[in-house]
């Protein structure tokens, strides 16, 4: 997914990857349990998903962007629970 991200959310998707949030400790792979999205306006989707992990209920939500070349990219991504410092300039 990171050939498909843009900006911050780049950032974000690898922050997120190192740290496998999504994984457990007996190994229970993540199970999409409901998805839905939001039109927010021309050429922007946003998107949640609950997802779960093991005993674990999370959340995801994410922003898809179509650009000037008709590609969907990845503008924002967050998960619950720590989140990426962003500096105060971003």
């Not at 922050?15 to 306006?41: F, I, M, Q």
């Not at 924002?76 to 500096?87: C, F, K, Q, S, T």
Request: proline letters at 7%; a positive charge; hydrophobic letters at 40%.
């Amino acid at each position: 997914m990171l050939g498909l991200t843009a900006g911050r959310a780049y950032d974000d998707l690898t922050w997120l990857a190192e740290r496998g949030p999504l994984r457990t400790l007996r190994g229970a792979r993540p199970v999409v349990r409901d998805l839905g999205w939001y039109e927010a306006g021309p050429g922007a989707i946003e998107v949640f998903a609950r997802i779960e992990t093991g005993a674990r209920l999370r959340a995801m939500a994410f922003r898809l962007e179509r650009g000037r070349d008709r590609r969907w990219r990845c503008t924002a991504i967050e998960l619950d629970g720590p989140r990426r410092p962003h500096p105060a300039a971003d």
